[in-house]
């Protein structure tokens, strides 16, 4: 019981039945006194962690002009299909050419949107957004779009958009 509980390692064990048996109850007990506010405590947290990271998903999904005029119940839905999505400085996100197949919103880091040769890249900061095209059509990328540092994105795949649209 005492390496159990990690009180001790039998060096001191008291000497009679029953004080082995109230040292072991005791240190259940210890153990249940701290574990118990412990995970309440990390519950708690990780509940207002999502709470924040809904509202703040919500704030940017109701910002691109696409999603403006919906109701609120039809934003979070979409909020609960976005995929949280990582890339690294100079990471290519999206290739012109390939298939459009989601829309991404920046929500933290830079990202750079290059048109082609001899043509300026157009900077893209958080709350901007970038691949709407791909939940309307299934047309091919028109842009290279590259992380220009770390970035967080939310990635919104055409399909789960389009079973929201049958669905409502």
Not at 69 to 76: D, E, K, N, S
Not at 101 to 120: K, Q, T
Request: charged letters at 25%; one cysteine or more.
């Amino acid at each position: 019981m005492a390496a159990l509980t990690t009180v001790g390692y039998g060096d001191v064990t008291p000497a009679t039945t029953l004080g082995r048996i109230i040292a072991g109850l005791v240190a259940l007990l210890g153990i249940a006194v701290i574990a118990l506010p412990v995970g309440m405590i990390a519950s708690a947290f990780v509940e207002e962690h999502k709470r924040r990271d809904f509202a703040i998903t919500w704030t940017l999904l109701a910002e691109v002009p696409f999603f403006r005029q919906l109701m609120a119940p039809r934003i979070a839905d979409l909020v609960r299909v976005l995929r949280p999505r990582f890339a690294r400085a100079g990471d290519v996100i999206v290739r012109k050419g390939d298939e459009g197949d989601s829309m991404f919103i920046i929500a933290s880091g830079e990202a750079e949107v290059d048109l082609g040769p001899g043509r300026e890249p157009i900077a893209l900061e958080p709350g901007q957004f970038f691949g709407e095209m791909a939940l309307i059509e299934r047309a091919p990328r028109s842009a290279t779009v590259r992380a220009a540092d770390e970035c967080k994105l939310l990635e919104l795949p055409a399909k789960d958009f389009q079973e929201l649209m049958k669905q409502h």
